[in-house]
């Protein structure tokens, strides 16, 4: 989800969430919660930096990670 996407869905300027983008400046609480609305799943990490997975809470990383192992079937 880019900046124009993320600026319509919670009513911040698209000039702001570009300069996040690209770490010009910093994100606020506002916009943490704007993220979090749209990516529940992720939420306890955006806000944390922790995950639980056994929760449901995770981060792009862990779903990378998990993504990348090799399938286990029992066949």
């Known amino acids: 989800m880019g900046p124009k996407?993320?600026?319509?869905?919670?009513?911040?300027?698209?000039?702001?969430?570009?300069?996040i983008s690209s770490e010009?400046?910093?994100?606020?609480?506002?916009?943490?919660?704007?993220?979090?609305?749209s990516f529940p799943e992720y939420a306890l990490w955006l806000v944390s930096g922790r995950i639980e997975p056994e929760h449901g809470?995770?981060?792009?990383?862990?779903?990378?990670a998990n993504r990348n192992l090799p399938s286990q079937s029992a066949g």
Do not use: C, Q
Request: charged letters at 45%.
């Open 5 to 19: 996407r993320l600026s319509e869905k919670g009513g911040k300027n698209y000039d702001r969430w570009r300069n």
């Open 24 to 37: 010009k400046i910093r994100i606020g609480t506002e916009e943490i919660g704007i993220l979090a609305d």
């Open 57 to 64: 809470h995770r981060s792009p990383e862990f779903d990378e």
